[in-house]
T-cell receptor, first 115, second 111 residues
């Protein structure tokens, strides 16, 4: 597709379940970002990939959060043993190169609700 | 101090009014700045970049004040369709590996 694709769009999980969220960036985009957005807040940085290398994971809130991009294209954000405070929209964004020379293209997000 | 801070809003102004938002940033090494727009339950989209000399795009004007470390967005002759949340965006490093969004300013334009 032409844009960033995320799946699932909606996910309801019971507390303690593991979830996996997928992001298909725009073809050829080097940079990939994950953000967490709670209701009424701005997107909070989670992690950044340049191709397959995870260059910054300082925003991951705990060791229950794990992200990978093994072949430098599709990325997966995994949350283990979900907690209610993990409920949020998880946004994936990609850019051709560095943001300085381009823009971030966002997917529609994966809305996670933990019961 | 948070890395990026914005006027919280909400701003509720009549159609045709001029409205301005500010955003302050803490990292003096940041080189580039952006305003994004986010409609309700939608993903953020780039509105405009912010250049050192300031820049204008139709009814929208963005300015940067490096000395005071803030950027601003001015919207003239506001339209109903301008109702949205406006996000200030600051890459923290020259490598643009960590890109921080402000918490957003909500704008509502009334008829």
């Amino acid at each position: 597709g032409a844009g960033v694709s995320q799946s699932p769009r909606y996910k309801v999980a019971k507390r303690g379940q593991d979830v996996a969220l997928r992001c298909d960036p725009i073809s050829g985009h080097v940079s990939l970002f994950w953000y967490q957005q709670a209701l009424g807040q701005g997107p909070e940085f989670l992690t950044y990939f340049q191709n397959e290398a995870q260059l910054d994971k300082s925003g991951l809130p705990s060791d229950r959060f794990f992200a990978e991009r093994p072949e430098g294209s599709v990325s997966t954000l995994k949350i283990q043993r979900t907690q209610q405070e993990d409920s949020a929209v998880y946004l994936c964004a990609s850019s051709l190169g560095q943001l300085i020379s381009g823009e971030l293209f966002f997917g529609e997000g994966s809305r996670l609700t933990v019961l | 101090r948070k890395e990026v801070e914005q006027d919280p809003g909400p701003f509720n102004v009549p159609e045709g009014a001029t409205v301005a938002f500010n955003c302050t940033y803490s990292n003096s090494a940041s080189q580039s700045f952006f305003w994004y727009r986010q409609d309700c339950r939608k993903e953020p989209k780039l509105l405009m970049s912010v250049y050192s000399s300031g820049n204008e795009d139709g009814r929208f004007t963005a300015q940067l004040n490096r000395a005071s470390q803030y950027i601003s967005l001015l919207i003239r002759d506001s339209k109903l369709s301008d109702s949205a949340t406006y996000l200030c965006v600051v890459p923290l490093y020259s490598s643009a590996s960590k890109i921080i969004f402000g918490s957003g300013t909500r704008l509502s334009i009334r008829p």
